[in-house]
């Protein structure tokens, strides 16, 4: 990333950004100090080499936004200024500690990783202290002088944790590694807390997958969804009968706060009618059930896909008959059986500032080598040709019940010369409206796009649907989508990007289906506009 340096600062665009120590002032914003005609403040570095005067247009999330003379709109971290001036803003103090509660997916190496390249960032020193309890961790940030900067009570001990912390204020950040549910809410709203789900509080930090394991000397590579319930249901005991050996199965498995069983029991389990046996050996730690796993030649469990190391990776086959791998681009598409998101939450109203900032880096593309690294897919696009996707295009040929040949013929001719991206526009239930998700896709590509990324290429907005209903008014009800999203685009572009880019709107309807269409979740799935890239005029 290039910028201007100016006295420990940096600035890019119309944005400064701290590359210097800074000293933590934990503060944050709790109401203007008085209605003041007069927004004129000065900014002065924490060292007094800067000063900044503008008018102070907000001041959020421990950030100003100014207006200065010859320069523009510029935002500024309160950690590294002081405020001088009848405008700036009534502030209170904050020590140096919040907790971060909840998913041992997210909790065990990712929000670490992540501390890890945030200290960096700020030109903080990081540790991480254990203690005798794996869930527990403190991760401490040192600022260059010696003084703390930040200490985290780290607790990782399932997602349904995250929201009685967030109750009870134990946590400034939830984090969960799924979205949070009726009886999350109920757990808030005792506490006075409203709803989450699709506001700004609900913060997507990446995607991953529950990978089903099985010992590394089990001969049995992919499993039925109908299979896998049976099995987690006590009804098929012995590999045996499913093409293995003849010894038992043994199923290994996580608390009710885990958020990973919860997938695997909503997804695969529950929808056949079935539930968990009470047969199961419980496990506290990833580590633990891989390490069963692989002592045990009838052991079977379910793991984040960064943890499935020395074992036998399961590929789901949906009950349709679609394959369904794990691997890193439908996983990232959500195309992949038990693909889920991660998530971060936090209560309405004033956020810790080094919560604020923490959350912001952790979304930026500087943040994504780090979730890499620890093992999870992250944000960045990848590219994928039609002639790629192989068991796709024979299963929507050979089993969809309304398929069109001639419509599937045209989508061939239509996407043969161009490019897959992995980022897709979803749909918040019974709307046109875009779902949290969505809406960050939709900005992280509009940046590309005002950039420059793609021009010279023609950016199809490809609108999909499930199979509910007559395949003629699915392939309209695809469309109208595509449609929303260029109109999404066409308004939050700048007329410049818009002048560069040809945005055009298609429809397969129920082609391409990446999951089953016989769930709630697979119909969900399908229902969904993707973003292709091809030369214009090559076909």
Same mark, same amino acid.
């Given at each position: 990333?290039?910028?201007?340096?100016?006295?420990?600062?940096?600035?890019?665009? /119309?944005?400064?950004?701290?590359?210097?120590?800074?000293?933590?002032?934990?503060?944050?914003?709790?109401?203007?100090?008085?209605?003041? !005609?007069?927004?004129?403040?000065?900014?002065?570095?924490?060292?007094?080499?800067?000063?900044?005067?503008?008018?102070?247009?907000?001041?959020?999330?421990?950030?100003?936004?100014?207006?200065? =003379?010859?320069?523009?709109?510029?935002?500024?971290?309160?950690?590294?200024?002081?405020?001088?001036?009848?405008?700036?803003?009534?502030?209170?103090?904050?020590?140096?500690?919040?907790?971060?509660?909840?998913?041992?997916?997210?909790?065990?190496?990712?929000?670490?990783?992540?501390?890890?390249?945030?200290?960096?960032?700020?030109?903080?020193?990081?540790?991480?202290?254990?203690?005798? *309890?794996?869930?527990?961790? /403190?991760?401490?940030?040192?600022?260059?002088?010696?003084?703390?900067?930040? +200490?985290?009570?780290?607790?990782?001990?399932?997602?349904?944790?995250?929201?009685?912390?967030?109750?009870?204020?134990?946590?400034?950040?939830?984090?969960?590694?799924?979205?949070?549910?009726?009886?999350?809410?109920? /757990?808030? =709203?005792?506490?006075?807390?409203?709803?989450?789900?699709?506001?700004?509080?609900?913060?997507?930090?990446?995607? @991953?997958?529950?990978?089903?394991?099985?010992?590394?000397?089990?001969?049995?590579?992919? $499993?039925?969804?109908?299979?896998?319930?049976?099995?987690?249901?006590?009804?098929?005991?012995?590999?045996?009968?499913?093409?293995?050996?003849?010894?038992?199965?043994?199923?290994?498995?996580?608390?009710?706060?885990?958020?990973?069983?919860?997938?695997?029991?909503?997804?695969?389990?529950?929808?056949?009618?079935?539930?968990?046996?009470?047969?199961?050996?419980?496990? /506290?730690?990833?580590?633990?059930?891989?390490?069963?796993?692989?002592? @045990?030649?009838?052991?079977?469990?379910?793991?984040?896909?960064?943890?499935?190391?020395?074992?036998?990776?399961?590929?789901?086959?949906?009950?349709?008959?679609?394959?369904?791998?794990?691997?890193?681009?439908?996983?990232?598409?959500?195309?992949?059986?038990?693909?889920?998101?991660?998530?971060?939450?936090?209560?309405?109203? @004033?956020?810790?500032?080094?919560?604020?900032?923490?959350?912001?880096?952790?979304?930026?593309?500087?943040?994504?080598?780090?979730?890499?690294?620890?093992?999870?897919?992250?944000?960045?696009?990848?590219?994928?040709? $039609?002639?790629?996707?192989?068991?796709?295009?024979?299963?929507?040929?050979?089993?969809?019940?309304?398929?069109?040949?001639?419509?599937?013929?045209?989508?061939?001719?239509?996407?043969?010369?161009?490019?897959?991206?992995?980022?897709?526009?979803?749909? &918040?239930?019974?709307?046109? &409206?875009?779902?949290?998700?969505?809406?960050?896709?939709? =900005?992280?590509?509009?940046?590309?796009? !005002?950039?420059?990324?793609?021009?010279? *290429?023609?950016? $199809?907005?490809?609108?999909?649907?499930?199979?509910?209903?007559?395949?003629?008014?699915?392939?309209?009800?695809?469309?109208?989508?595509?449609?929303?999203?260029?109109?999404?685009? +066409?308004?939050?572009?700048?007329?410049?990007?818009?002048?560069?880019?040809?945005?055009?709107?298609?429809?397969?309807?129920?082609?391409?289906?990446?999951?089953?269409? !016989?769930?709630?979740?697979?119909?969900?799935?399908?229902?969904?506009?993707?973003?292709? $890239?091809?030369?214009?005029?090559?076909?």
């Amino acid at each position: 990333m290039r910028g201007l340096t100016m006295f420990g600062l940096r600035i890019i665009g /119309k944005t400064i950004l701290p590359v210097g120590a800074a000293t933590l002032m934990a503060l944050a914003f709790s109401g203007a100090a008085n209605a003041q !005609e007069d927004k004129t403040v000065t900014l002065k570095s924490v060292g007094g080499e800067l000063k900044l005067i503008g008018e102070l247009d907000e001041f959020a999330d421990g950030t100003y936004f100014i207006t200065v =003379q010859g320069m523009g709109k510029i935002q500024i971290n309160m950690n590294d200024v002081t405020c001088e001036g009848a405008a700036c803003p009534v502030i209170k103090q904050y020590a140096p500690y919040f907790g971060i509660y909840g998913s041992r997916t997210v909790g065990t190496n990712l929000i670490p990783n992540l501390m890890r390249g945030y200290a960096k960032s700020v030109g903080a020193t990081y540790e991480i202290v254990a203690t005798e *309890n794996a869930a527990e961790r /403190k991760i401490r940030l040192t600022n260059p002088d010696g003084t703390l900067r930040l +200490e985290v009570d780290l607790q990782s001990r399932g997602s349904g944790t995250a929201f009685p912390a967030l109750a009870d204020g134990s946590a400034v950040i939830g984090v969960a590694d799924r979205r949070m549910k009726d009886s999350d809410l109920a /757990k808030l =709203q005792a506490a006075g807390i409203g709803e989450l789900r699709d506001t700004d509080n609900e913060i997507v930090i990446g995607v @991953d997958g529950i990978v089903v394991i099985l010992n590394p000397d089990n001969p049995v590579r992919n $499993l039925t969804s109908e299979e896998i319930s049976k099995i987690w249901a006590g009804e098929i005991t012995n590999w045996l009968e499913l093409g293995g050996g003849d010894y038992p199965i043994n199923i290994q498995s996580f608390g009710k706060s885990s958020g990973d069983r919860a997938i695997l029991l909503d997804r695969i389990v529950r929808p056949h009618g079935r539930d968990e046996t009470s047969n199961v050996t419980e496990n /506290k730690s990833y580590q633990g059930m891989v390490d069963a796993v692989i002592a @045990d030649r009838g052991g079977i469990g379910f793991v984040g896909r960064s943890f499935a190391n020395g074992v036998n990776r399961l590929t789901i086959r949906e009950d349709c008959g679609l394959l369904s791998p794990p691997t890193d681009f439908r996983i990232k598409i959500e195309g992949y059986s038990l693909s889920r998101r991660l998530y971060m939450y936090t209560k309405p109203g @004033d956020l810790h500032p080094e919560a604020a900032a923490f959350i912001e880096w952790s979304m930026t593309d500087d943040a994504q080598p780090y979730i890499e690294e620890a093992g999870f897919v992250g944000r960045g696009l990848e590219r994928m040709r $039609l002639e790629d996707m192989g068991m796709m295009l024979i299963h929507t040929a050979a089993v969809e019940p309304d398929f069109n040949p001639r419509l599937y013929v045209k989508m061939m001719q239509e996407l043969r010369n161009a490019d897959r991206l992995s980022i897709s526009f979803r749909f &918040q239930p019974g709307s046109s &409206q875009l779902d949290v998700e969505s809406v960050r896709n939709l =900005q992280e590509l509009a940046a590309r796009m !005002e950039k420059g990324e793609f021009v010279g *290429n023609e950016v $199809l907005l490809v609108g999909f649907a499930d199979s509910i209903g007559s395949e003629v008014r699915n392939t309209k009800l695809a469309r109208k989508r595509a449609l929303a999203v260029r109109a999404e685009m +066409e308004r939050v572009l700048s007329p410049q990007a818009l002048a560069q880019l040809k945005l055009t709107p298609l429809s397969y309807g129920e082609l391409l289906p990446l999951s089953c269409n !016989e769930s709630d979740v697979g119909r969900a799935r399908n229902r969904r506009v993707e973003v292709w $890239l091809r030369v214009p005029g090559k076909r």
